[in-house]
């Protein structure tokens, strides 16, 4: 499996699926940026990971390509090396970025299976950070649409992003994200004197994250409701959201974790009493399944969250939708769940019912049963 964008564990999805594969009884190597002080080579929970260094383009332009081009070279001759290695196998690539179609090629010329992982629409993502069109947005559909073309099969985590590539693609399997079971262990609890809200994930631009802190300001200021926000997470609008609650006054209300181990989210998760999305309305997010959202609703955390297409879809009625971009929307259903017993502890159940439905277990079945087509008889992914 070749990682650009994330660290390994930290990606949540990756981790699920190289894991699940191994347990499954495929041997799984990861390539992935290496992180500070972290160990070039290791082995979790039975997956080998493999790190290389890598600058990073903290969301510029310019210094995105560079950590592309990097990445690039790196990750040529790691994968090049495996290909000489073994004669079967298979060649795993995630997105984004989409620039491995190459390597997807050659494997398949050496005799090895290929998948693409098309986790995200890098077009639209750059679009949405930038805030307007470049003239690069061509060659970046034109590369995903290369990388689809080279792999037997492409995975995507839902039906827009299946739309997206289903031309060029020769197979697509739908792998949506879930939630390990064990998140279901933890329960949230109803609100007894101060209120929590939670957000998890990255603090980027297209997520929006000073929109939390401007509706905790509203609701302690103009609602009069004790409350605080944790975010767990990090991300390079951090310091954008900092300087946002300072000028709020809700610095003393507010509680950036950074990142933490994925296996203490659950517990994070279940000491918050509403969970919260505040992505903007844009094409991009409108076509991408929000981690976050099935996670919160594992715990059983009601949650309000901006009205996009896939959360609808994935969540149904489990999640108070958020249509009109404006904070005072945000504020009213907020109220009656913080202030409410009735009204928490029904959204709380719906919560719980639709978490249990979107736990992974379901997802990693697809999954393995795609790799037992794909596999060679010697049993070894990488």
Not at 175 to 185: K, L, Q, T
Not at 290 to 309: C, D, F, H, Q, T
């Amino acid at each position: 499996m070749v990682l650009e964008n994330s660290r390994y564990p930290l990606d949540p999805r990756v981790r699920k699926e190289a894991e699940s594969l191994t347990e499954s009884g495929l041997t799984v190597e990861v390539l992935a940026p290496r992180e500070p002080d972290r160990a070039t080579r290791e082995v979790i929970h039975g997956v080998k990971v493999t790190r290389f260094p890598l600058p990073e383009g903290h969301g510029e332009l310019l210094g995105t390509a560079i950590e592309y081009v990097a990445a690039c070279f790196t990750v040529t001759a790691t994968v090049l090396r495996r290909l000489m290695r073994a004669r079967h196998g298979t060649l795993h690539v995630h997105n984004p970025p989409d620039l491995f179609f190459p390597l997807l090629w050659l494997a398949r010329w050496r005799g090895w299976s290929t998948v693409y992982d098309h986790h995200d629409d890098a077009a639209g993502m750059l679009r949405a950070k930038l805030g307007r069109a470049t003239p690069i947005e061509p060659l970046l559909a034109w590369m995903r649409n290369q990388t689809a073309r080279a792999a037997d099969v492409t995975i995507t985590t839902n039906d827009t992003q299946r739309k997206l590539v289903q031309k060029a693609a020769r197979r697509v399997v739908v792998v949506r994200n879930g939630p390990p079971a064990w998140f279901s262990e933890h329960r949230a609890s109803p609100p007894s004197g101060r209120g929590r809200l939670v957000f998890l994930g990255e603090i980027g631009v297209q997520d929006r994250v000073e929109r939390a802190v401007e509706i905790l300001a509203q609701l302690v200021s103009d609602r009069q409701v004790d409350v605080e926000l944790l975010i767990v997470g990090d991300g390079p609008q951090r310091r954008t959201v900092e300087e946002r609650a300072q000028q709020l006054d809700v610095s003393e209300r507010v509680t950036i974790t950074g990142w933490v181990p994925y296996e203490e989210i659950p517990a994070l998760l279940a000491s918050a009493h509403v969970g919260l999305d505040t992505a903007p309305l844009t094409d991009v997010n409108h076509g991408s399944t929000m981690v976050k959202i099935p996670e919160y609703l594992a715990v059983g955390l009601p949650v309000v969250a901006s009205a996009l297409r896939e959360t609808i879809v994935t969540c149904s009625d489990a999640v108070a939708t958020i249509a009109e971009d404006s904070i005072e929307a945000f504020t009213a259903p907020l109220v009656e769940l913080l202030t409410s017993a009735d009204a928490w502890s029904a959204a709380a159940d719906r919560a719980q019912a639709r978490g249990t439905q979107l736990q992974w277990p379901a997802q990693a079945e697809h999954l393995i049963n795609l790799y037992r087509e794909l596999t060679p008889s010697d049993g070894v992914a990488q």
